[in-house]
C-alpha cells in the first residue's frame, strides 16, 4: 500500500519560511518523480517544484523560483519544500503528490496517482 504523508504547514507572516516534508512509503519511490502542488478554494491544483528521485533533476514553477527550493533524502524516502520569503499569495493547501516521471507534463496533477492529504500553509500578518 503507498501512502504519502505531508507536514509541516503552519501559520506565517510575510516574509517568513517555512519548511514542508513529505515522506512516502512503498518501493517504486526510486523511480518516480515527487511533486508539490498547491490549491486554494474555487482554483485549479497548481504544481510548484518537482523533483526526480531518480537524477535529481528539478523543475519550479515561475511564481516560487528563487523562493522555494525542493530536495530529497532518498534513503528516507523524503522530499522537503523550503518556502522562502513567503507571501501571502503563497497562502493554500500544499500536497505532495508522486509518481512515474512525466518530463514537461511535472505540473499537471492528472498524472500523479499517489497523493497525501494535505497541509495548510497561511501567510498572513
Known amino acids: 500500500q503507498v501512502q504519502v504523508v505531508e507536514s509541516g504547514g503552519g501559520l506565517v507572516q510575510p516574509g517568513g519560511s517555512l519548511r514542508l516534508s513529505c515522506a512516502a512509503s512503498?518501493?517504486?519511490?526510486?523511480?518516480?518523480?515527487t511533486t508539490w502542488f498547491r490549491q486554494v478554494p474555487g482554483k485549479e491544483r497548481e504544481g510548484v517544484a518537482c523533483?526526480?528521485?531518480?537524477?535529481?533533476?528539478?523543475n519550479y514553477a515561475d511564481f516560487v523560483k528563487g523562493r522555494f527550493t525542493i530536495s530529497r533524502d532518498s534513503a528516507k524516502n523524503m522530499v522537503f519544500l523550503q518556502m522562502n520569503n513567503l507571501k501571502p499569495e503563497d497562502t493554500a493547501v500544499y500536497y505532495c503528490?508522486?509518481?512515474?516521471?512525466?518530463?514537461?507534463?511535472?505540473?499537471?496533477?492528472?498524472?500523479?496517482?499517489?497523493w497525501g492529504q494535505g497541509t495548510q500553509v497561511t501567510v498572513s500578518a
Open positions: 503528490a508522486f509518481d512515474f516521471d512525466v518530463g514537461s507534463a511535472w505540473s499537471r496533477a492528472e498524472y500523479y496517482h499517489h
Open positions: 512503498g518501493t517504486i519511490f526510486s523511480i518516480t518523480a
Open positions: 523533483i526526480s528521485n531518480v537524477d535529481g533533476r528539478t
